[in-house]
Every structure is written in C-alpha cells, then in structure tokens.
C-alpha cells in the first residue's frame, strides 16, 4: 500500500538542529519501501490555482495563511498503517515539524 508522507514545518516543534539532521540516514533505511521524496519550495512561491465560473483564477501564495506549511514529501509502499506511522517517527522532522500520514485512495477503474 503507498501512502504519502507531508513533511511540514510546525512552530511547536523542536528548533531545527542540523547537526542532528539525518535525512541521509533515513532514506537510505527505508531501500525498497521508498518510491520517490523531495523538498519543496517555500510556500511563498507557490501558486494557487481555481476556476470559478469558467474562468481561471490564479493567485500567489499557498491557499491558505498557516504556520504550518508542507516542506516536502515522501511517498512510501509498505504493508499497512502501523508500518507507515513507524517509518515516519523516524523522519527527522517528526522531531523539527511533523509528519502526515495519508494512504493513497486509487480511482476505481
């Protein structure tokens, strides 16, 4: 089962350590449970994209004023849940921010 893992910042958590920081560590301990991760630009970059009554409407910034922003991603292929949860309280920034944790939902064909 795939589940995507959102690394986001939180201003509860711990202040970021980067000696402490090991990512590198991680992803090489998840070997075939990985399928792909990546930073993302900061959310003041961002784009948000909508259409309303047939028109496109784009606007700078994320959808939404937060404290609490999406840095990146993983997304990992694992057996269920509770394996899900273990490898992302491994994630350094379940210390430095959080980890969400979603199962993907396929379309039905």
Not at 40 to 48: D, G, N
Not at 84 to 95: D, F, G, N, V, Y
Request: hydrophobic fraction near 40%.
């Amino acid at each position: 089962m795939k589940y995507m893992l959102f690394i986001c910042e939180d201003p509860e958590a711990e202040t970021y350590n980067p000696d402490e920081d090991n990512i590198g560590e991680w992803v090489a301990s998840l070997g075939e449970h990985s399928v792909t991760g990546d930073r993302l630009r900061p959310a003041s970059e961002a784009v948000t994209v909508r259409r309303r009554n047939g028109k496109v409407v784009v606007t700078d910034g994320p959808f939404t004023e937060s404290k609490e922003v999406v840095a990146g991603f993983d997304i990992i292929d694992v057996d269920d849940v509770a394996q899900a949860i273990e490898i992302a309280s491994r994630h350094p920034m379940a210390r430095f921010g959080r980890v969400e944790v979603r199962k993907f939902w396929p379309f039905e064909a």
